[in-house]
């Protein structure tokens, strides 16, 4: 490069020639990737504030209709929800080793894992869209044909309805506010889950082209700099499915419940 540089041209024009990943508005392929990460940062910076108005907003309704929450969180199927984390916590350790392979420059190895992301991503969303059938089949969907009747009837207690069978017309009213609070739950959860799921889908077809990248040989140990702004996207949208899985699943179970 210096000898080149010697003859008219310089560093710069040079490094630009010699790496063609880098953009001509950067003076080097460190700086390039400091900005890359930069930039994917302030983007999370922004989901975190979009997640947490409804992760807010759930907690608030939670505090206030405390027996509908939990009766209705009940009603979510428990290994459903553990079965998509786990798939989840080995995504995004295939996207951790992907990374590493690609600094190692084993490019074989490298797009293996990659695939073995999209293939953990398309099994969440499958799950998930179980899930959400066997919803809409209890009439769970927050629409007008939602019923809470199973979760009246299975939790009588709790909502404090054995105390109100000699007073029908409290009875009743007792009933209409449970339908009310518990559809709030299910809106924040078809919400959340809904988003997070559009985020999966986002991300099973960034990993798609980034693994055509990584098929092509683009990524090398010197420069891998998309591979690792979409780890970190994966990694994020991993983590808000750690926060809305107990917050959802777990917070209002009891032993026996």
């Not at 994917?40 to 922004?46: D, E, I, K, N, V």
């Not at 927050?142 to 000699?166: H, V, W, Y």
């Not at 700099?225 to 808000?240: K, Q, R, S």
């Amino acid at each position: 490069m210096s000898d080149r540089a010697g003859i008219g041209e310089t560093p710069l024009a040079v490094e630009h020639e010699e790496r063609p990943e880098l953009r001509h508005h950067f003076a080097d392929v460190e700086q390039q990737r400091n900005a890359a990460t930069l930039g994917m940062w302030w983007f999370l910076g922004t989901e975190i504030m979009f997640f947490g108005g409804m992760f807010c907003a759930y907690l608030v309704y939670r505090r206030w209709y405390f027996p509908e929450f939990a009766a209705s969180s009940r009603s979510l199927d428990l290994i459903v929800g553990t079965l998509n984390t786990a798939v989840l916590i080995c995504s995004s350790l295939t996207v951790a080793m992907s990374v590493r392979a690609a600094q190692l420059g084993r490019r074989t190895l490298q797009v293996k894992l990659l695939l073995a992301t999209i293939f953990f991503g398309l099994v969440f969303l499958g799950v998930k869209a179980y899930e959400w059938n066997n919803k809409y089949k209890e009439h769970h969907i927050p629409t007008f044909s939602f019923s809470a009747n199973d979760l009246i009837k299975e939790n009588q207690k709790l909502f404090g309805l054995d105390q109100l069978q000699n007073d029908p017309a409290k009875l009743q009213e007792r009933k209409a506010e449970i339908q009310r609070r518990s559809q709030i739950f299910f809106s924040l959860y078809f919400a959340l889950t809904g988003m997070h799921a559009i985020h999966m889908v986002i991300g099973v077809g960034l990993f798609g082209v980034i693994t055509w990248m990584a098929y092509k040989g683009r990524f090398t140990p010197e420069y891998h700099t998309p591979l690792e702004i979409a780890g970190l996207y994966w990694h994020f949208v991993d983590i808000v499915w750690i926060y809305l899985f107990p917050l959802l699943y777990l917070i209002d179970r009891r032993p026996g419940a």
